[in-house]
């Protein structure tokens, strides 16, 4: 039976580089693994085998510079034949398990190695005033999670004795097993990864080394922060087994909606309400800021949208390069319900000031004209 190209075989162009051909390989072999196939029939693990076989074959030539040189100059008769199915021509292998031992290890990660002995991360949401984000504050957030034994300080032995290394795997929590051609490291099913032995277990925790309590974790809200961002407390997660590290506590923080400030990055954001006298006679304003109230002279004739910024009163950057501004947008209202004295004045005004003398209108008027000629 003839032999696929190898180039074929990994999904790759003859002038990959070594990295594309590593990817390509650990894409494919994890296509065929017996792990991601449990229910895999028999005829069907074997062509699995099979193609792991070819793919294993593929990449031991195109992973080495001379064997690569020497299939792109000779093709699969390089050394003469072509070789048989679990024979590699350029040099051969007894064992295909012993090429993806170590290979398995590092592409499937979590599988193999044991479980992890390292505690869990939690997770914790916690709702902040405008100002409490603003300035930072220090809170306290309530966990309950597996914390680690007292009696036994996180062994899982009971007090006055210890564990031992498991005599399987010597200790090193894993174990290297065959699967036809496959060796795969596991678990060790002695001591389920741990490593060690715990003949006499504590009674409190049952020989797991942690149990579940309740508990206060004080976490510092630095000043700016804002919805979304995210706090680490390291080692302040779920206990690990047998002492190992504990996991991290990560606080989500959100930010209640205030009734006048809004943000825009460290800028505070506010709408200043202006009378329709005040913004055209002009006026001095008193406005609400995050440290208290501050006056803004407001120039005669000023317009809706109209922008006044207020430096340094705005939110501290989080990397600490100072403070926002305070942006303050004007928005001035029309008087409504007007009664007869006042609507007598106002068409006196309108009367005097010429409605369409205004610059805008006066420039709306014109490029209507122009549109509509």
């Known amino acids: 039976m003839s032999k696929r190209d190898y180039y074929e075989v990994l999904g790759v162009e003859k002038g990959a580089d070594e990295q594309a051909i590593r990817s390509a390989f650990r894409k494919k072999a994890g296509d065929y693994h017996p792990d991601r196939h449990p229910h895999?029939?028999?005829?069907?693990?074997?062509?699995?085998?099979?193609?792991?076989?070819?793919?294993?074959?593929?990449?031991?030539?195109?992973?080495?510079?001379?064997?690569?040189?020497?299939?792109?100059?000779?093709?699969?008769?390089?050394?003469?034949?072509?070789?048989?199915?679990?024979?590699?021509?350029f040099g051969g292998f007894g064992d295909m398990g012993d090429v993806f031992g170590d290979m398995m290890e590092g592409m499937f990660g979590g599988q193999g190695r044991g479980r992890s002995r390292q505690g869990s991360d939690l997770r914790a949401e916690v709702q902040l005033s405008f100002e409490e984000a603003a300035f930072g504050k220090e809170i306290e957030i309530p966990v309950t999670a597996l914390s680690e034994c007292e009696a036994c300080s996180g062994s899982g032995a009971k007090k006055g004795s210890r564990a031992s290394a498991c005599s399987r795997c010597g200790g090193q929590g894993r174990v290297r097993v065959s699967q036809g051609f496959f060796s795969v490291v596991t678990a060790c099913p002695d001591c389920g990864g741990a490593g060690q032995v715990i003949k006499d277990p504590c009674p409190e925790c049952r020989g797991q080394g942690r149990v579940r309590a309740k508990r206060t974790v004080k976490v510092a809200i630095p000043a700016g922060v804002d919805t979304g961002i995210q706090i680490r407390k390291r080692g302040e997660g779920e206990a690990g087994l047998s002492g190992a590290p504990a996991g991290d506590l990560y606080v989500v923080v959100g930010v209640k909606p205030h009734p006048i400030f809004s943000r825009d990055g460290e800028d505070v954001l506010c709408e200043l309400p202006l009378s329709f006298t005040a913004a055209a006679l002009g006026c001095e304003a008193e406005v609400p800021t995050l440290e208290g109230k501050a006056k803004v002279k407001i120039p005669a004739g000023t317009q809706s949208g109209k922008q006044f910024r207020l430096k340094n009163r705005g939110v501290a950057s989080l990397d600490g390069r100072g403070r926002g501004d305070q942006i303050l947008t004007v928005f001035v209202e029309t008087p409504s319900h007007l009664n007869s004295r006042q609507k007598e004045l106002l068409e006196e005004f309108a009367e005097l000031s010429g409605e369409d003398s205004t610059p805008r209108r006066k420039s709306f008027l014109e490029h209507a004209k122009e549109f509509f000629s």
């Open 40 to 89: 895999a029939s028999p005829e069907e693990k074997k062509k699995m085998e099979e193609k792991f076989k070819e793919l294993g074959e593929a990449y031991d030539v195109l992973s080495s510079s001379d064997k690569r040189a020497s299939y792109d100059r000779f093709g699969h008769a390089a050394a003469g034949g072509g070789g048989r199915p679990g024979q590699n021509p």
